[in-house]
């Protein structure tokens, strides 16, 4: 298991939690531990469109993570006071927070 995406694998029986493909390269994400999709190109344009770059740019779950907040993100003040009450449940319901599989 490898949190770095150019070292990805697919791996037989797993899937990436966050959309459900089980046919691309999967990678740990660092600030939830679960299987994500990714692009194992050495220069990955935005991601090639995979889960993982969504997470590390977008989701709350890895600025939690890289702002070094206690805690789960769920129930993270600072990230309740950062994206303010609406924003927060809004993205809180997003996939890219919220793994569906
Ligand atoms: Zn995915
Ligand atoms: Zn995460
Ligand atoms: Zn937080």
């Not at 029986?13 to 994500?36: M, Q």
């Not at 990714?38 to 220069?43: L, N, Y």
């Not at 590390?56 to 950062?82: K, L, M, P, T, V």
């Amino acid at each position: 298991m490898t949190y770095d995406r150019m070292k990805a694998k697919r791996i037989a029986g797993e899937h990436c939690r966050f959309c459900g493909d089980k046919s691309s390269p999967l990678v740990k994400t660092r600030c939830c531990n679960l299987w994500i999709c990714c692009d194992t190109a050495f220069v990955s344009i935005r991601g090639g469109g995979y889960c993982q770059f969504q997470q590390e740019y977008y989701s709350i779950c890895h600025f939690h993570y890289n702002e070094g907040h206690q805690g789960a993100w769920q129930q993270c003040e600072e990230c309740r006071d950062f994206l303010g009450e609406e924003q927060f449940k809004l993205e809180s319901k997003d996939p890219i927070n919220t793994p569906l599989f």
